[in-house]
RNA sequence: GCGGGGGUGGCGGAACUGGUAGACGCAAGGGACUUAAAAUCCCUCGGCCCGCAAGGGCUGUGCGGGUUCGAUUCCCGCCCCCCGCACCA
């Protein structure tokens, strides 16, 4: 052991022990219980960064933790290869992406390495090779078999930068792009593929349930995104151009107070509209105003509500009454059928809209109690459990829920409607016009059409010499080699596709991969899967929410389906980190305030890089790097490692070994010294909050004080050693359970401790010690006694004093007695172990 | 507007089911060691007040109420900050 704590030597002895050791490796083993570790995979920028850090150090410590808990623990980690970065430094400096992508993993491969984290490297997986991408392929074939990848023109979001399209969830709600979040998209249309999440959509919802281990806010930004409303369409007929005009409403029992109805600009009616009106250039412009604003109230929620009245009538199929039908710069062409009714009574928007425009405000539901407002001052939209409907006809006197279900049963047999379900979320589009990607494994026939690309001649290779140039259109169009092939099924001539998919699709599956990286006769070993999964604990940062997080959902919902897994749900639990901040902004490097681990790693060590990210916040936290902070977790281990060297030099090679259940009840605490007794209680406290906060509460800084605190025990009790006041054998079960906990923290000091105690083992293979309760409880109690609740003395109680006994010693306690003098005690409250409280007039 | 999370010393943050608020650390101030510095060690450290001192009093967890012997914690009503969604009919 090394006498002085030099990390820079201590952890490379380490990192190269361990894999000697192979001692991150794991395989099947049906006897063992299992525990799936995932951090998410980082792309291959070139360098980590704190917030990776963060992320792997928050997974390490689990993954140690489990191992010590005997789980046979997977611990894997890949890389998220293919993407724009590179491409777009490929454009610049005329090579190739593959070469900055595999330059890249192989720096922060070894950034990783040096950071030491537990991972399994023979699982490593590039999504870039086509080993991996070969099966996004075989997945897609299989989508489309299955009807569920689709290709059509439709209008898309096209990133300037990117110089490609890009999913919804990869637009930020403020209109700009994910990767650019100040450039904003700009609309196109273009053949694409997409793949049918929509078909999931309640899939995703339902399964939920399931997910109980998932923060409410990744789950409540899930629901929101897929955006389910129930409700129902009714058709309106055109009384002047004798049409049917179809409108999305979830409260039907209103409509008998429907005043008008309202057309999206976009809306396909209005072309028609146009085209009948008197004055049809006028009613153009007007629409077009309409549509200029609607735009900009993308952008601002708060636009004025403007619209034009078309002069066009439709009629209510429910009461026969006849309204005017308006476009409106607030109706949504992509939501619902882009036209709504207008109950102005019982809707904000349509109220505001009304008054504004003088249109009738006519109520139809009421209080089931109340009476009829003189005048409507605002939307009524709190109908209460209780309400009633008037005004419509047969219908009066029902709630609205007995309303929305007959008149929906009534539309359903008259003809003129249905009970309907819409969802927000959209198909996932996945095409990409640019290089570094997966090839879309279709072939265009003249004769045959769309053509998938037959599973034996995947992979559809990427072609090394390809020109780049970021203009916009597919690289891959421009390899004659590539494109031109011949059909599958007719053997004519034919093309391919030249667009490579989304990078999310690389990600979604990526983890199964994980437990089976090389097999090459499928994407996944079934048997691996079923060992391993589902994933126990998965770690990432919160901006995937609403993007790889729901992707991967999809994904292992279509997995299932075609018969890979056997479950609805890749992840048990998942948990979102906080982002790492510097003075008080996000570490960037256009801000310039990008602390570099690599740095940190040279002056402090890795450990000491770990404890102070462990400790500054609870990981659910943003957390504000602190220059000085991590000097506080330098000096700290610095200190530890000081204080167990020099305790285990005076130490006589005593027969102890920590040997899980056995540490129970070691010592009768009655025949130990006051100090020994000190020291094994603060050791049993410690492990019992460390213990009981890894399963689960995840509060690391709170266990790094802990960890603190007996240190700080072990160095004022140094003079108490030195006489021989604690026996060598109770000195070193505590020092043994420090050095436990602390592997699981700073792993590499740890182990050189370890190593220092005589051990000959990894602490990784060292059971995890137990706790003792009564070790654990607190020697003799300090109990504060309150007289009317305020703080008026203290008794010393032994933990087993009696709450009689206790009432009595507080009442005699002479600082209490003082306030007692001759007034009557109206009664005692005993809290026990905590606090007495007598109560007086 | 809707959903989620917050508001505690100069700072990061503790206080697990209501029970001595401020653990642990940072910064700051004072001291020891040293020719000096670094490192290390010791002391002080929410505010106000009384005391030479040991010690003691009051006040204090965004604001206003309430429940309770006792509230950072529970309830009601507000204010502010962060994140997500947002004219979704």
Not at 74 to 83: L, M, S, Y
Request: hydrophobic content about 40%; some cysteine.
């Amino acid at each position: 052991m090394e006498s002085i704590y030099d990390p820079q030597k201590i952890e490379a002895k380490w990192q190269e022990r361990w894999a000697e050791q192979k001692l991150f490796e794991s395989e099947v083993d049906a006897a063992r219980k299992k525990y799936y570790v995932l951090e998410m995979l980082p792309y291959p920028s070139g360098d980590i960064h704190m917030g990776h850090v963060r992320n792997y150090t928050i997974g390490d410590a689990l993954a140690r933790y489990m191992w010590m808990k005997g789980y046979n623990v997977i611990h894997p980690i890949g890389w998220d290869a293919f993407g724009l970065p590179a491409e777009n430094a490929a454009i610049k400096s005329q090579r190739h992406p593959s070469e900055f992508t595999f330059n890249h993993i192989d720096r922060m491969r070894g950034q990783l390495k040096r950071l030491g984290i537990s991972y399994d490297w023979r699982r490593e997986v590039a999504t870039c090779v086509p080993e991996y991408y070969r099966w996004n392929q075989w997945f897609f074939i299989r989508m489309y078999e299955r009807g569920l990848a689709y290709r059509k023109k439709s209008r898309v979001n096209w990133c300037p930068k990117c110089q490609t399209v890009l999913a919804n969830e990869q637009v930020l709600s403020n209109g700009c792009c994910w990767r650019h979040e100040e450039t904003p998209v700009a609309e196109r249309d273009l053949e694409q593929w997409f793949w049918k999440i929509t078909a999931y959509a309640e899939n995703l919802l339902e399964d939920m349930k399931e997910l109980v281990r998932w923060p409410e806010r990744v789950l409540s930004m899930q629901q929101n995104w897929i955006g389910k409303s129930v409700g129902a369409e009714i058709d309106f007929s055109l009384n002047e151009i004798g049409e049917h005009l179809r409108i999305f409403t979830t409260r039907v029992d209103t409509i008998f107070g429907c005043t008008a109805v309202y057309l999206a600009a976009e809306h396909p009616l209005v072309e028609t509209l146009i085209s009948f009106s008197e004055d049809p250039e006028k009613m153009r412009r007007d629409v077009e105003g309409v549509k200029a604003s609607a735009v900009r109230a993308r952008a601002d929620a708060n636009l004025e509500k403007i619209g034009v009245d078309t002069g066009f009538t439709a009629r209510n199929p429910f009461n026969g009454e006849s309204v005017p039908i308006w476009v409106a710069n607030f109706v949504l062409m992509d939501y619902g059928t882009g036209a709504v009714m207008a109950v102005p009574a019982h809707d904000e928007r349509d109220f505001e809209f009304s008054v504004k425009h003088n249109l009738p405000i006519r109520i139809v539901i009421v209080p089931r109690n109340g009476n009829v407002p003189e005048k409507v001052e605002a939307a009524y939209t709190e109908f209460g459990p209780h309400g009633k409907l008037i005004n419509s006809g047969p219908y009066n006197d029902l709630t609205p829920e007995q309303a929305i279900e007959r008149m929906t049963r009534d539309a359903e047999s008259k003809g003129f409607g249905k009970g309907t379900v819409k969802y927000r979320i959209k198909d996932w589009g996945i095409s990409r016009q640019r290089y570094w990607g997966t090839p879309i494994p279709i072939i265009y026939c003249d004769a045959c059409g769309i053509v998938p690309v037959p599973d034996k001649d995947l992979p559809v290779l990427l072609p090394p010499d390809v020109k780049l140039t970021g203009q916009g259109q597919s690289p891959l169009a421009s390899v004659p080699e590539f494109v031109n092939t011949r059909c599958p099924n007719c053997n004519g001539r034919a093309h391919r596709e030249t667009d490579t998919m989304d990078t999310f699709v690389d990600s979604s599956w990526y983890f199964y991969r994980y437990t089976s990286p090389h097999i090459s006769t499928s994407p996944i070993d079934r048997d691996a899967v079923k060992y391993w999964f589902p994933v126990d604990q998965y770690i990432g940062g919160i901006e995937h929410a609403i993007l790889h997080l729901i992707y991967m959902r999809f994904f292992t919902k279509v997995m299932r389906d075609i018969g890979l897994v056997d479950f609805p749900e890749p992840v048990a639990r998942l948990f979102t980190q906080g982002m790492v901040i510097k003075d008080g902004a996000k570490m960037s490097k256009s801000k310039g305030n990008v602390v570099d681990p690599m740095e940190s790693f040279a002056k402090y060590g890795a450990d000491t890089v770990r404890l102070y990210i462990l400790f500054a916040a609870p990981p659910a936290r943003d957390f504000d790097w602190s220059d000085s902070g991590i000097e506080g977790a330098s000096r700290f281990l610095n200190r530890t490692y000081r204080l167990v060297v020099k305790y285990a030099s005076q130490l006589t090679s005593s027969p102890t070994h920590i040997d899980g259940e056995a540490e129970k009840s070691k010592w009768d605490l009655n025949q130990v010294s006051p100090e020994e007794r000190r020291l094994i209680r603060k050791t049993h406290q410690t492990l019992r909050h460390v213990t009981e906060d890894l399963e689960g509460r995840w509060h690391f800084n709170t266990d790094v004080a802990m960890v603190m605190e007996l240190v700080n025990e072990l160095s004022e009790l140094e003079d108490a050693i030195e006489a021989g006041k604690i026996r060598p054998e109770i000195l070193k079960d505590s020092l043994e359970i420090l050095i436990l906990m602390l592997s699981v923290f700073v792993p590499h000091a740890a182990e050189e401790l370890w190593e220092g105690l005589g051990k000959s083992q990894s602490t990784l293979r060292v059971p995890w010690p137990q706790y003792d309760s009564a070790y654990a409880a607190e020697d003799e109690l300090e109990i504060p006694v309150q007289v009317n609740g305020r703080l008026r003395g203290k008794v010393r109680a032994s933990v087993s004093v009696s709450d009689e006994e206790l009432r009595r010693l507080a009442q005699a306690e002479e600082k209490v007695a003082q306030f007692l003098n001759g007034r009557q005690v109206i009664k005692i409250i005993v809290v026990p172990g905590k606090l007495v409280n007598i109560v007086i007039r």
